[in-house]
Every structure is written in C-alpha cells, then in structure tokens.
C-alpha cells in the first residue's frame, strides 16, 4: 500500500508538472498583476502589437485583451472592460488610449508613454515612408496578402465578442442591453450614436443591473496619477483646445496652425478611427495644404498598416504643402492629434477606480460594459464583416482563425501568418 500510494503520488506529481502551464493559482495571478514592470518591458510588448495588430480599433481591442487579459493577466476581465468603456466615452483614439492606460498601471507616466510609441511607431513610419514615395503594394501576391489582413480582423473581433460576452452579459438583462445597442448601432446614421448608445446602455444598467452578483471587491487597479496631476493635465488640455486657434489666428507661425489642427481633430472626435477623417479633410483639403487625392492615397494606405489609424497625421504632416512638412511635420502631426485624447485621460484616471466601486457606479458600469459588447457585435457585421467576407473561401479562412485563437490558443501573429497566405492563395484562385 505505502508502494502503492508513492506511485500514486509519483504520477499525480508528473501529470501537475506536465500540466504546469495550464494551471495558474490565484495567489500566482495578484502577485503577476501587482508586480510593476519597465518601460522598456513595456515598449517591447507593444512594438509587437504595433506591428500585428490590424483591423482597426475595435480589433486592437480584442488584441490588447488577449495580451494582457487572457495572457499575461495584468488585468482582469471586469477592469478591462471598465477601462474600455471609459476610454469609449472620451475624446480621441480609444484603442490608443486603452493601451497607453496599461502601460501607465504598469510602468508609470513613462510606461505609458512606451505604450503609445511602441503601439504607434510601425504604422507611423510606413505611412511616412509612403508619403515620400514608397510604392503601395500591387500584383496579386500585394492584393491577396491585404485581404489576408482584412480577414483577420473579423476572427480578432470575432473572437473579442465571444470572450467578452461570456463574462460581461451573463444574465437577460446584460445581454439584453447588448443587443440593443447592437441595433441602434447598426439602423443608426449619426456619427454620435455609439456616444448615444454607451450613455443609454449605463442608463439602463443602472436601472437593470442592480443586483448581489455585482460585487464591491473588484480588484484594485492602482493608477500613478495624482488627483492634482490629473487637474492640470484637464486644464492643460482646455487651455491648448481654446488658446491654440487664437494664436493661429494672430500671425502664429505655421507650426502652430499643423499642431493647431492635429490636436482639434483629436481633442473633437468621439469613436476615433474613421470619425477623424472629416475633420483632417476640412482642416487640409478644403483649406488647400493638401491635395484630395493626395489625401485619398494616404487614407487608402494607412489602412494596408498596422496600428492605430490615427497614425495617418504622420502622413498628411509630411506631405503639407506649407512648411513645416517632412519629418518634422510628420512629429508635429502624431504629438498633435494623440495629445489631447492622453490629456483627458489623465485627468480623469485618478477618479475612476473609487468612481467604479461605487453601487450605482457599477450598475453603470455593468451597463455600460454590455453595450460595448454590442458595440464589438455591431462592428463585427458592420464595417468589419461586410467589407472582409466576399466568398465561402473568406468565410473559410475566418474560421480557421477563429479556431486558433479561441481553441488553439494560437499567438496571433500565427493567425496574422495563416490568413495572409490564405488570402494570397485564394487571389491567385480568382
């Protein structure tokens, strides 16, 4: 028996240790996210995603929660998705400012300021480098490969929906609020009714969703902001949003009139993404600093590139006519447009983390998080699925990366690989 029950002990001991990756303790999970980390730690992860990561914001944000959610669990679940929906309701680039969030948590102001750069970099040097002339990829190899790219998107997004909505619309009335939203989404016109459906999705979360199974002991995400830190990074940005124009209107030089109209284009947009476009158009095309087609080709490039789409001010700031242009206008016009979405976020992080674990907060906040569920679900069909999927073969190809990344657990630059031989192969069949 004593034989018998080192045996049995032997081979529990092996099976644990084969199983060691799969079995993470909790106690293993706090310590990994109370742990701080580098910036240079930090911009190294985000370098990768910068340059894997395609499909638009709301793909970043499937992204980020594979990364730093489901792998490397420096958040969870419930805060994810809480920082998503905060950043959903600000001005600016969201998926940017979700990512400069969990650098900020991880490594301080300049961890934050390695996410950015790292997530920011690729995509902003290639659309620089096609703004001096690099060629835009073209044959049937150049085609397939981008529709390749747009393919994967729809299994990130695809995959952000089902994971996110297994754990934030487990019950009718948060799945309800989901679908909903999805709806308004989708029927709607106005660009402002994704604002309009996160702001009834908390109205009604804080109607529906009061109940014993939101507890007041979610985890305690420590933000190194200061409540007077995030009161000047406030007034600092209204100060630039009001005082900027009226230098550019009083014989300011040229760098003031780019920076001027970067930073209301970022400081104006809610959404961000394709939302900047109209106000870029104005601010270059209409007043004559950029020529429309110009101005075309580079929109139609930056969405070959990884990245964030915000990313195209590095492009317009380096084909300006006016001077300052080149590099310099291409600095001027990323600091410009990504500034004031950072500005606003600052200043509100340091209230958000006693806001959420208010009672009627996160009635709010469970609101809210199921209609960013519906906001994923609505993107997912439109412009996502509708611009990507054009044949069974699409279809067959977004499956396939479904599969690796919700069941294979595959690394997504594996899906990234897979799709774009798949949309190579499946351009060369037409």
Not at 87 to 110: D, E, H, K, N, T
Not at 158 to 179: E, F, H, K, N, Y
Not at 263 to 276: D, E, P, T
């Amino acid at each position: 028996m004593v034989i018998s029950a080192r045996c049995e002990k032997s081979r529990i001991g092996r099976e644990n240790k084969g199983n060691a990756r799969m079995v993470i303790m909790p106690h293993d999970i706090e310590r990994e996210r109370q742990r701080t980390g580098s910036p240079r730690e930090v911009f190294q992860i985000f370098l990768r995603l910068g340059v894997t990561c395609f499909g638009g914001p709301i793909a970043h944000i499937g992204y980020f929660r594979d990364e730093f959610v489901i792998r490397r669990r420096w958040l969870d679940e419930h805060a994810y998705a809480d920082l998503v929906g905060l950043c959903q309701f600000l001005p600016g680039p969201a998926s940017s400012q979700v990512g400069f969030s969990i650098g900020l948590m991880r490594a301080g102001y300049a961890g934050g300021l390695a996410a950015w750069a790292g997530f920011t970099l690729p995509s902003a040097i290639l659309l620089v480098l096609f703004a001096y002339g690099a060629k835009a990829v073209t044959g049937p190899n150049g085609a397939g490969l981008l529709h390749g790219l747009k393919l994967v998107a729809v299994a990130i997004v695809a995959q952000a929906v089902w994971g996110m909505a297994r754990t934030l619309c487990p019950d009718r009335a948060r799945a309800s609020i989901a679908v909903t939203v999805a709806l308004i989404v989708l029927f709607a016109t106005s660009p402002f009714a994704q604002i309009a459906a996160i702001v009834s999705g908390g109205i009604a979360g804080l109607w529906l969703c009061r109940s014993p199974q939101i507890s007041a002991d979610e985890e305690h995400i420590s933000v190194p902001v200061s409540h007077r830190a995030g009161l000047f990074a406030l007034t600092l940005f209204l100060a630039l949003l009001v005082g900027l124009p009226i230098l550019a209107r009083h014989g300011a030089s040229e760098n003031v009139f780019l920076f001027d109209a970067f930073y209301r284009a970022g400081a104006l947009v809610f959404g961000g993404g394709h939302v900047v476009l109209p106000l870029l158009y104005e601010a270059f095309v209409t007043s004559g600093r950029v020529s429309e087609d110009a101005f075309l080709a580079g929109y139609g490039a930056a969405q070959a590139v990884p990245g964030p789409l915000f990313t195209f001010a590095a492009y317009l700031g380096a084909i300006v006519k006016q001077s300052p242009h080149g590099i310099l206008g291409a600095v001027l016009g990323l600091f410009g447009i990504f500034l004031p979405g950072f500005l606003v976020l600052i200043g509100v992080l340091p209230y958000w983390d006693s806001f959420r674990r208010r009672p009627e907060a996160q009635a709010i906040m469970a609101g809210v998080n199921a209609a960013v569920v519906g906001l994923l679900g609505a993107a997912l069909y439109a412009p996502i699925w509708t611009n990507s999927i054009k044949s069974v073969r699409d279809f067959g190809i977004v499956l396939v990366g479904f599969v690796l990344l919700t069941v294979w657990r595959a690394p997504p630059l594996v899906v990234v690989a897979i799709s774009a031989l798949g949309g190579i192969v499946i351009e060369r069949m037409a």
